[in-house]
């Protein structure tokens, strides 16, 4: 089964169980913190299963209307993904400037700080089952979602350190700075997800030290080749695309700079993998 799909089915499968308990656990400590977390989880419910489909939608070959294939409804779904963790992170900190002033109190913290232990070790395990199947495919998609489930981890020990606060202090407030910095990290995160899925979409040039490679490459290929033109390259979902103009040496046959083109075309997808490659051939002094 692709290796996406079932990664994605663990995230939403972990997050439904995530936002179950630490909504129980929220609604009886009280705690501004533990509830935001389990508002956080039942949108990754939401978010994944979206992904999900996307992937699904993604994964389709090319047809006659999509002759680059599907695989950009993984990068609208990641800008879409970054755009709602974006506004969470904003009702995260308008809620907790709200039971500030509202001088809201934490009850039964250790439950709550039990609570944030377990889905503390359930997210590690997530974030493993996501980094093992992002690395193997390499997809946006699944950077974004492990991305956002790292990050709660990351919420869930500023979480945690607040409620231990709480409790050695007696002071409420640590609760509701909690809620403040896992928003703002959340906004972070979704703010880098928003800049590289933007990219995507609008078939940004792939980065500088991954030109300088193919440079490299296509020049030390073959003495035959004198240089190239017209460089094109992007990233859809977990394709990238190249086609550029190959300069060569006039005085040969078609089949001989066909021969050096095909072998530059294995090469490149050897060096970089899951890549579209299409060479033009032109003459020496050719347009």
Not at 13 to 30: D, E, H, M, R, T
Not at 78 to 95: H, K, N, P
């Amino acid at each position: 089964m692709n290796e996406k799909i079932v990664s994605l089915r663990w995230a939403i499968i972990l997050s439904s169980c995530l936002s179950v308990l630490k909504a129980a656990a929220g609604l009886f400590s009280a705690s501004t913190a533990l509830l935001a977390s389990a508002l956080d989880s039942l949108m990754d419910v939401g978010i994944s299963s979206v992904n999900y489909l996307a992937v699904q939608k993604g994964a389709k070959p090319p047809d006659e209307d999509h002759a680059y294939g599907h695989e950009k409804i993984e990068s609208l779904a990641s800008y879409t993904q970054g755009i709602i963790i974006i506004l969470f992170a904003a009702l995260l900190f308008i809620e907790s400037i709200r039971r500030s002033v509202a001088g809201a109190s934490v009850l039964h913290s250790n439950i709550a700080i039990g609570t944030v232990i377990v889905a503390t070790f359930i997210n590690l395990i997530l974030t493993q089952i996501l980094g093992r199947a992002e690395k193997k495919t390499g997809s946006l998609i699944l950077k974004a979602e492990n991305a956002h489930y790292s990050m709660d981890i990351l919420s869930y020990l500023a979480i945690f350190l607040a409620l231990l606060l709480v409790r050695i202090t007696k002071w409420s407030g640590w609760d509701i700075v909690g809620g403040i910095l896992v928003a703002g990290y959340v906004a972070f995160l979704a703010a880098q997800i928003l800049i590289q899925a933007g990219n995507e979409l609008v078939d940004r040039s792939l980065p500088k030290r991954f030109l300088d490679e193919l440079d490299l490459l296509i020049k030390n290929h073959d003495p035959r080749i004198l240089g190239y033109h017209e460089m094109r390259t992007r990233k859809v979902g977990t394709k990238t695309f190249i086609d550029f103009h190959l300069v060569m040496k006039p005085k040969q046959s078609f089949e001989n700079a066909h021969a050096v083109a095909e072998s530059l075309i294995e090469k490149i997808r050897f060096k970089f993998q899951n890549v579209d490659v299409t060479i033009h051939e032109d003459p020496e002094g050719g347009i």
